[in-house]
């Protein structure tokens, strides 16, 4: 079974930055992309960075060009580099394999979730 812990979350002012890590553990062989989920108080999660097993990435176009997500496989770990943060992206970030292409709410996902980790921007 696999199962992901993702840590790096924090308080940062609005202009900051932060890097969120995800490890793998389990038999993640068949899993083709993992993605970055964020989930704000009163809304659905949603997709907002992947990476698939090519190294090719997508990003929702509220986060791209500042976030850029990437993967160290000897590690098993799938980060997300968060720069020129905004309130708005106050939320609880996931990570997971989405199931399908695109980004945004409602992508079906192959794993169970993990606790998440908070990310809180203000001043």
């Known amino acids: 079974q696999v199962q992901v812990v993702e840590s790096g979350g924090g308080l940062v002012q609005p202009g900051g930055s932060l890097r969120l890590s995800c490890t793998v553990s389990?038999?993640?062989?068949?899993?083709?992309?993992m993605g970055w989920f964020r989930q704000a108080p009163g809304e659905e999660r949603e997709l907002v960075a992947v990476i698939t097993n090519s190294g090719s990435t997508r990003y929702a176009g509220s986060v791209k060009g500042r976030f850029i997500i990437s993967s160290d496989n000897a590690e098993n770990t799938v980060y997300l580099q968060m720069n020129s943060l905004k309130p708005e992206d106050t939320a609880v970030y996931y990570c997971?394999?989405?199931?399908?292409?695109?980004?945004?709410?409602?992508?079906?996902?192959?794993?169970?979730w993990g606790q998440g980790t908070q990310v809180t921007v203000s001043s």
């Open positions: 389990g038999r993640i062989s068949l899993i083709n992309a």
């Open positions: 997971n394999a989405p199931l399908r292409p695109g980004t945004g709410r409602g992508i079906p996902v192959d794993l169970e």
